[in-house]
């Protein structure tokens, strides 16, 4: 595990209030970790997504002040930094963090504040939410535009998917692409390849998930005439009952069949997973070389929301942190 702990990294799909330690929400609560951990990790039997997505509501309980939205985003970016990951685009939902009466620029710049005190370079997605009401899923669109190359990289789309369909969106995208706000969409995942082809429709170059794409060949020919990133997250899959076990899973296939995939936690807390774990479950499941991880890995840092000449500067970092993996690793074999 150590070698591939020590592969760089980069992670686009991370949520902030699914990824917050246990002992950080013992302490709060009062409450054992025993107690903690029945209410933040999911089952490997989940129902579906909407029984995985349960698991969110305490935390979220807990994340309804400043000092605390600090903290657990410096503590995600430490553990970030443990799996030794170089870059990540971290996303929440403001409007979620609001109910104790901070305002939605006092809720970002809480969270930027924490990601700051990091070492390592992370950009903030907002996410509107399916359920949410259009006039609160607006506002959170301006404050990413107040935000937007201030620590603010874009948008997502997250929540209910088979209950909200993606297409019922369609206007805030609009307003999303007119401001010049880049975004990524929760689809393929709860529900099937129509909601993937509405993200597209949107303008799109992200997929959250995105695996049932194999379902639907001719959109998988539009996505790489497009050069769609998927953000798949393999244990978060098994999870929401997208896959029945590990091996099913269609990332082999889809990295095969030339689309670019990204791997990802999705919730490192409610998925009981770290990045480096799950490489080392795609490692034991299906033939991977090393060179495919580092491919997805610079797909993913192609895919970043950074400005052109940062992500030109990150390619640059994480092959001059491959050289120095592969010297570290091999050079005493030779």
């Not at 607006?138 to 297409?167: F, H, N, W």
């Not at 379902?215 to 999870?239: G, H, R, Y």
């Amino acid at each position: 595990m150590n070698k591939l702990q020590e592969m760089p990294k980069i992670e686009l799909h991370v949520h902030l209030d699914g990824s917050m330690r246990l002992e950080t929400a013992s302490q709060w609560s009062k409450e054992s970790l025993d107690v903690v951990r029945e209410k933040m990790e999911a089952p490997i039997d989940c129902v579906d997504l909407n029984n995985y997505l349960t698991k969110f509501s305490f935390p979220l309980s807990l994340l309804q002040t400043k000092d605390h939205l600090t903290r657990v985003a410096y503590e995600l970016v430490e553990d970030l930094e443990k799996d030794h990951v170089i870059y990540a685009e971290i996303r929440f939902a403001p409007i979620l963090h609001t109910k104790q009466g901070l305002s939605l620029q006092e809720v970002v710049e809480a969270v930027l504040d924490g990601l700051k005190k990091g070492r390592i370079k992370c950009g903030l997605l907002l996410c509107l939410m399916r359920n949410e009401k259009e006039e609160n899923n607006r506002k959170v669109i301006e404050v990413a535009k107040q935000y937007l190359g201030k620590g603010v990289v874009g948008l997502d789309l997250a929540g209910a998917e088979g209950m909200y369909p993606t297409s019922n969106f369609a206007s805030l995208f609009q307003e999303a692409q007119k401001q010049n706000i880049p975004f990524t969409i929760h689809a393929g995942e709860a529900d099937g390849p129509s909601s993937i082809l509405s993200a597209i429709q949107f303008g799109a170059k992200r997929l959250g998930h995105g695996v049932r794409i194999i379902e639907d060949s001719s959109l998988m020919q539009l996505a790489k005439k497009q050069d769609i990133t998927l953000e798949i997250c393999p244990s978060s899959n098994l999870q929401t009952r997208i896959v029945t076990n590990y091996a099913d899973h269609p990332l082999f296939a889809l990295f095969n069949q030339g689309l670019h995939v990204t791997i990802n936690t999705d919730n490192r807390t409610v998925s009981n997973i770290t990045l480096t774990q799950e490489y080392q479950k795609l490692k034991d499941a299906f033939p991977f070389a090393e060179e495919d991880f580092k491919a997805m890995n610079l797909y993913a840092v192609q895919a970043s929301f950074l400005p052109e000449e940062e992500k030109q500067q990150l390619v640059e970092e994480y092959l001059s942190q491959w050289e120095q993996y592969l010297h570290i690793h091999y050079s005493k074999n030779n």
